[in-house]
């Protein structure tokens, strides 16, 4: 994510995740999960969001999860899904990074990521897609 100010682009890191899930009967829950390390990598934040969904969202349920204290978490068919970067840092911003990180490998997906947005900016957001 780049966000112009006062003529210099500044690059906008997330540290926390958040889903918010509804389903056909209005019925709404959020859950979020705080990132290892602040990240504006496409593909980071969507795995940690399905992570979220997937732990805390079951379709299907037996007979021993409809008779826990959560069954509305389960056998509804869902109206929307939604996805949140939050805890927006700058990239001024200093951490330490993990040992057994590829920094390499991460600031090969940053860039690949800033193509991506640069390419879909000048020939529409179709123009590029993830299969």
Not at 63 to 72: A, G, I, Q
Not at 76 to 97: C, H, M, N
């Amino acid at each position: 994510m780049n966000r112009k100010r006062s003529g210099l682009f500044v690059t906008i890191w997330c540290r926390t995740v958040e889903i918010s899930v509804r389903d056909k009967e209005l019925f709404h829950f959020s859950k979020q999960v705080k990132l290892q390390n602040a990240s504006n990598i496409t593909k980071e934040i969507a795995e940690a969001g399905y992570r979220l969904y997937k732990d805390n969202y079951r379709l299907l349920a037996d007979d021993e999860e409809l008779k826990s204290n959560r069954p509305e978490f389960f056998q509804k068919p869902l109206r929307s899904i939604g996805i949140r970067a939050t805890d927006l840092v700058t990239d001024y911003f200093w951490e330490q990074l993990d040992i057994f990180m590829d920094p390499q490998a991460r600031e090969k997906q940053v860039k690949m990521d800033e193509t991506v947005d640069i390419i879909r900016k000048r020939f529409g957001f179709y123009s590029v897609q993830r299969i």
